[in-house]
């Protein structure tokens, strides 16, 4: 299986085909999911500083943190995916 890597912005990339959601970190029930991930150290920050804005999920119980919204990071997916097509 090769890696298909997503840019999430400021340098930070994560693998595309790991990505189970892509949400916002506002809701109770994220922020919760938060909370228990960095508490069981499976929280990966690239937000570098900035404010999380995006909170994907990935398929090995982790969170990335990152600091574009949801739907930027969804549309470069898609492109990628496009590209990757043609």
Known sequence: ???EMLHIGFGG???ANRI???VS???APVK???REANEAGRIIDMTYGRRTKSVIVLDTGHLALA???PDTIVGRLRQQR???AE
């Open 25 to 27: 970190p506002d809701s």
């Open 82 to 84: 496009e590209r990757e």
């Open 13 to 15: 990339v994560v693998a």
């Open 1 to 3: 299986m090769r890696a």
């Open 67 to 69: 600091a574009l919204q």
């Open 20 to 22: 189970l959601a892509i």
């Open 32 to 34: 919760r999911m938060i």
